[in-house]
């Protein structure tokens, strides 16, 4: 889709009314810019009308990139202001930029990237899917982190129209009919989209839909199959400068993430993957994700190294488990959210310990869960111990933080 403007002027209140009442109530006041119309790009242009992308429209205003690069936003526009600072800065070439790691293996930190090594990534993804110079983009991410900046990016780099939407937990785009060739989510905001009308709408007009941060549970990955557009799980972290790999959701069978243009994997002795990317801040990346190589580029996710248990001499992967386990917990306690972590253990040395949120073995139902996790499960699969917590903690990334959450905890 590109976006059309007549050069006739209206009134601010009169430019929305073809927006959706979720978007916020602008003031009266004259814009430069007429009927907002969605023209096809497969049908002709008309010779007197003016294709005019390089748009971004945020919750009280639409921004061309020229009043980007100018500084033209409204100053009580707070909720945006970093994210449109951001974009005035690498619209005046900027070259380094400051990238904050999401802390969910580790303590947070920042890394400065040099501009051309997120240039690559928005390159490499845009290749990957076959997009083209003037699409249309949805960001419902937080623009503090790699994956909400790196959809700034993507516009400016596509000259796109963005729709910047205040993150949370149903996506949303201001304008119904639009059709948008891009866009990211979490799982959380999957779920939530998923389930609601409006938003599983939203879901629908996605043509290629990212979903990142943490992997997605195999009863939402049966569900996607039913989205129209494309629907790929991503793979990577902020020293890689987001997804240097993806992975078809819409699939059978295990989850297969092939790598990006000019990426290459392969795998350390101890089964870790390395990562050799054009994007990446470091010529070669070691990570502690264990993986089941099938080639150069191609490879299955098993866990995190760190996370492993050990235990009685078995290693155990708590993502794996949580991904067989997630589809009997759901039909006990559809609300509430669990995850598989390690606790010690006098004869086994590490034991798998279950953290639930607001689910305690008083609960009615927690008996029945482990008995049926007992029938269809490996038996070195079944936790030896059961922890409720009032809440998890998150990362600024919509990510469950373990060790944040366990930290109470620990001795």
């Not at 293996?105 to 845009?126: C, D, N, W, Y």
């Not at 001499?313 to 306690?333: H, N, Q, S």
């Amino acid at each position: 889709m590109i976006v059309i403007f007549t050069r006739k002027i209206l009134a601010f209140r009169e430019f929305f009314a073809n927006f959706d009442d979720g978007f916020a109530q602008p003031v009266i006041q004259t814009y430069p810019y007429a009927h907002l119309k969605i023209h096809n790009p497969r049908t002709p242009l008309n010779s007197h009308r003016r294709a005019y992308r390089e748009l971004v429209i945020t919750s009280s205003e639409i921004l061309t990139f020229d009043q980007l690069k100018r500084g033209d936003w409204r100053a009580k526009d707070q909720t945006w202001e970093a994210a449109l600072r951001f974009c005035q800065q690498w619209l005046h070439g900027e070259e380094y930029f400051t990238l904050k790691t999401s802390g969910s293996t580790g303590a947070p930190k920042e890394i400065q990237v040099h501009r051309e090594l997120m240039r690559k990534s928005a390159a490499a993804t845009k290749k990957y899917l076959g997009l083209r110079i003037g699409c249309t983009l949805l960001c419902n991410l937080n623009t503090d982190m790699i994956a909400g900046k790196m959809m700034l990016v993507r516009a400016m780099e596509w000259k796109g129209c963005l729709f910047l939407r205040t993150p949370s937990s149903v996506i949303s785009c201001p304008i119904r009919e639009i059709d948008i060739d891009f866009g990211a989510v979490v799982p959380m905001q999957l779920q939530a989209s998923m389930e609601d009308p409006d938003g599983l709408k939203t879901l629908n007009r996605i043509a290629n839909l990212l979903v990142g941060g943490a992997p997605t549970p195999p009863s939402l990955r049966q569900k996607l199959k039913s989205l129209k557009g494309r629907v790929f799980q991503t793979f990577g972290m902020t020293e890689t400068v987001s997804h240097i790999a993806m992975a078809d959701l819409k699939a059978s069978g295990p989850l297969l993430y092939k790598a990006l243009p000019g990426v290459k994997f392969s795998q350390s002795e101890s089964g870790k993957l390395v990562i050799k990317a054009p994007m990446a801040i470091a010529q070669t990346v070691y990570t502690n994700d264990v993986v089941e190589l099938m080639d150069s580029t191609t490879f299955e996710w098993k866990g995190r190294a760190d996370f492993v248990v050990n235990s009685g001499g078995v290693k155990l992967y708590p993502e794996l488990i949580e991904e067989e386990m997630e589809p009997y917990w759901r039909k006990y306690f559809p609300h509430n959210r669990f995850f598989i972590w390690k606790t010690s253990d006098k004869l086994l040395g590490e034991a798998l310990l279950l953290v639930t949120e607001r689910v305690t073995t008083d609960n009615p139902d927690m008996n029945d869960f482990l008995i049926t996790i007992g029938l269809h499960l490996p038996k070195y699969h079944i936790p030896k111990r059961i922890l409720s917590v009032d809440t998890f903690k998150m990362t600024a990334s919509s990510k469950i933080n373990k060790l944040e959450t366990l930290k109470p905890f620990h001795k």
